[in-house]
């Protein structure tokens, strides 16, 4: 295993999560123009659509991960 990755796997779960998500981040943003076969664009849109038609039902993306992060 990588020497980086073994390091990675010491970290407390928080330190993990924010690991991967800057990683994410980086990686979409070296990949901006990442192509969406039909399927992927389909959903998006069916998320969209539902979202417009009641917005107060979906929760932030901190509140989630705030949750997330305090159940043990």
């Given at each position: 295993?990588?020497?980086?990755?073994?390091?990675i796997?010491?970290?407390?779960?928080?330190?993990?999560?924010?690991?991967?998500?800057t990683?994410w981040?980086?990686?979409?943003?070296?990949?901006?123009?990442?192509?969406?076969?039909?399927?992927?664009?389909?959903?998006?849109?069916?998320?969209?659509?539902?979202?417009?038609?009641?917005?107060?039902?979906?929760?932030?993306?901190?509140?989630?991960?705030?949750?997330?992060?305090?159940?043990?």
């Amino acid at each position: 295993m990588n020497k980086n990755v073994t390091e990675i796997l010491k970290l407390s779960l928080e330190e993990k999560i924010n690991a991967v998500e800057t990683i994410w981040d980086n990686i979409a943003e070296e990949n901006k123009a990442l192509p969406l076969n039909e399927g992927q664009i389909q959903i998006l849109n069916d998320r969209l659509e539902s979202y417009k038609k009641n917005p107060e039902s979906v929760r932030s993306w901190d509140d989630f991960k705030k949750d997330f992060l305090n159940k043990k």
